[in-house]
């Protein structure tokens, strides 16, 4: 297998290689500890960037001259790896090129649980070898099926789709600010598009529909014994069209005819290979939490594009200022409701919340029905300080009582915070 070996290493003989685009937030937030012993462990959705930042990551170290020979990435999803141990990797890479035990070596995998035993595997190289191992999956089964194997020996980097910001700089994209006019098309046009890098750079409907089907079929279908797998598509696309609204399992299950057990347990295979995520009520209630109906997000706008249609830019933003919140680590996000009224995001501890509301359009009344349900919240948690209400292109802010309302464009909101 040696050309095999040489093929997915080309650094070894001084060849350059692709390493995409830089994605500096992650860069910067495994560049310090990249010399600590735990695995470092990197999960997300198929064809998010993941090969393509361990590319990233090994020239950097190539940079701080750590010796090319001393570097091994190889995709274990490769067939012809399919019946090779990591244990086995990493002999045959020392034998390769003579590799004493004292020397420190830097494994990259990619797709690790396509290799035989991984979990097993990883923990004996993590506790008998000096290396620094690096690995990435395609579904948060990745960390479930470690079985405690590998607890306080990883730590858990999660790579999302491109942000906003991201987009600007895949696009290439530096307005000055008398320029600024021009962020709510491109927003929309990010909305539209959505945050795979590939699709980023080359717009394509074939390839957004050929990722669902491969998620589908390799992480959901492949990994689960399904009774109904023929449903998976439909139950996608109503989930999608079901985009910011408190969704009702009761109601898919009878639509697709299947039992709403069967509904729950294929929406967590979404959950698991990064297509959905769910956001619970806001309350101090954990069976509120628990039972009350849930929405459905998607990791990527993009994809509600390709299922749903150009359109519905309101829910889409409503999508992205939740993946924005959750990426930015804001504390206990949910929904707050109570019978029809209901607030977009409520965050933050019960005493002093933050709430914001998504109103994708071009006016701004505070007396307008439309916030009742902002008006409902300030109510039942009137130690509210702050209101965030996210537009299309009004800015303003104003005071109610004691609390500020900041008024402010999607755009501005997802670049300034």
Known sequence: MEDLYYAYNPWWEGKEFDSGIPRQEYLKELEKPF?????????????????TF??????????????????????LDNPRFMNTSLSDHLKYFRKLFMH??????????????????????????????????VCTGSTAS????????????????????LTFKEYLTFKNISLSRSEDYKYEKLLEDFLTIGGYPENVLQPSIDYMNNLIDDIIARDIVRLHKMKRADVLKNLFTIMAGTVGSRSSFNKIAKLLGITVDTVKEYVS??????????????SPSQAD???????????????????????????KVENLIFRHLLKNNVNNVGYYAESERELDFACGNFTSPKAIEVKYD????????RFRGVKLFLKRYPQTKKITIITKDVEETIQDNKVTISIIPAWKYLLSS
């Open 54 to 75: 361990l590319k990233q990551l090994i020239k950097n170290c190539l940079e701080k001259s750590i010796s090319p020979k001393k570097i091994l990435y190889l995709a």
């Open 362 to 369: 071009s006016r701004f009344d505070w007396q307008d029905k």
């Open 289 to 315: 939490k628990i039972y009350a109906q849930k929405k459905i997000y998607l990791y990527d706008t993009g994809i509600k594009t390709l299922l749903t249609g150009s359109g519905d830019m309101g829910a």
């Open 100 to 133: 004493s035990r004292s020397e420190k070596l830097y494994l990259f995998f990619d797709e690790v649980r396509e290799s035989p035993n991984w979990e097993a595997e990883l923990k004996a190289i993590y506790d008998l070898e000096k290396v620094k191992l």
């Open 142 to 161: 990745l960390i479930k099926q470690q079985g405690g194997k590998l607890t306080g020996r990883q730590i858990i980097t999660s790579i999302y789709p």
């Open 269 to 282: 295979y979404f959950e698991e290979a990064f297509l959905i995520q769910l956001l619970t009520k806001w």
């Open 35 to 51: 010399q600590r012993k735990q695995i470092d462990i990197i999960i997300g959705s198929r064809r998010v960037g993941k090969t």
